[in-house]
T-cell receptor, first 111, second 113 residues
Framework: DQQVKQNSPSLSVQEGRISILNCDYT??????FLWYKKYPAEGPTFLIS?????DKNEDGRFTVFLNKSAKHLSLHIVPSQPGDSAVYFC??????????FGTGTSLTVIP | GAVVSQHPSRVICKSGTSVKIECRSL??????MFWYRQFPKQSLMLMAT?????????EQGVEKDKFLINHASLTLSTLTVTSAHPEDSSFYIC?????????FGQGTRLTVV
């Protein structure tokens, strides 16, 4: 049973516009959420994270929003750049030990 | 942030041979490391959790005799794919958790011919 879901397998956005990637989870015990970016044939790299005690975390062009009541988090990229084109995974963690990944969303930023 | 080094990045081997992949935490001690496999166009699938000094915990459907995991020290975990077959060809990634954050190795592209 998939505990973390990314329902959009792909997303295309015009350069300069906002990219919004969504993620839903089922386990209310998750206490830490992360977003990873992955280029082909490379390992994922950490992008941004948020603790369950917060509802927003911002780092430059990247902002993660957490809605605990809806068990939903989203990643906003503003403004989107062609170099942002990659597969984005959201992940949820239980006490920092076990990580559960979504299936990924492939983002294409069109120049 | 913390660094996890995975080696080799690419390996081609003949069917029936064994391949060892190393995962090292360079600037922190990792009592727990995770091994993932990625299938084309799919998410990372957790294969096993590697615990220092004890046996690894394998996910359902993962053959423990085929994917041998050793975590002999706090900075090194190894995954050995034994008697490799073409269907084992994949991208393998390790990660280690440090202060509630996961850090990943660069991944290993295994091709079995």
């Amino acid at each position: 049973d998939q505990q973390v879901k990314q329902n959009s397998p792909s997303l295309s956005v015009q350069e300069g516009r906002i990219s919004i990637l969504n993620c839903d989870y089922t386990n209310s015990m998750f206490d830490y959420f992360l977003w990873y970016k992955k280029y082909p044939a490379e390992g994922p790299t950490f992008l941004i994270s948020i603790s369950s005690i917060k509802d927003k975390n911002e780092d430059g062009r990247f902002t993660v929003f957490l809605n605990k009541s809806a068990k939903h988090l989203s990643l906003h990229i503003v403004p989107s750049q062609p170099g942002d084109s990659a597969v984005y995974f959201c992940a949820a963690s239980l006490r920092g030990n076990q990580f559960y990944f979504g299936t990924g969303t492939s983002l294409t930023v069109i120049p | 942030g913390a660094v996890v080094s995975q080696h080799p990045s690419r390996v081609i081997c003949k069917s029936g041979t064994s391949v060892k992949i190393e995962c090292r935490s360079l600037d922190f001690q990792a009592t727990t490391m995770f091994w993932y496999r990625q299938f084309p166009k799919q998410s990372l699938m957790l294969m096993a959790t590697s615990n220092e000094g004890s046996k690894a915990t394998y996910e359902q459907g993962v053959e423990k005799d085929k994917f041998l995991i050793n975590h002999a020290s706090l900075t090194l975990s190894t995954l050995t794919v034994t008697s490799a077959h073409p269907e084992d060809s994949s991208f393998y990634i390790c990660s280690a958790s440090h202060r509630a954050e996961a850090f990943f190795g660069q991944g290993t592209r295994l091709t079995v011919v």
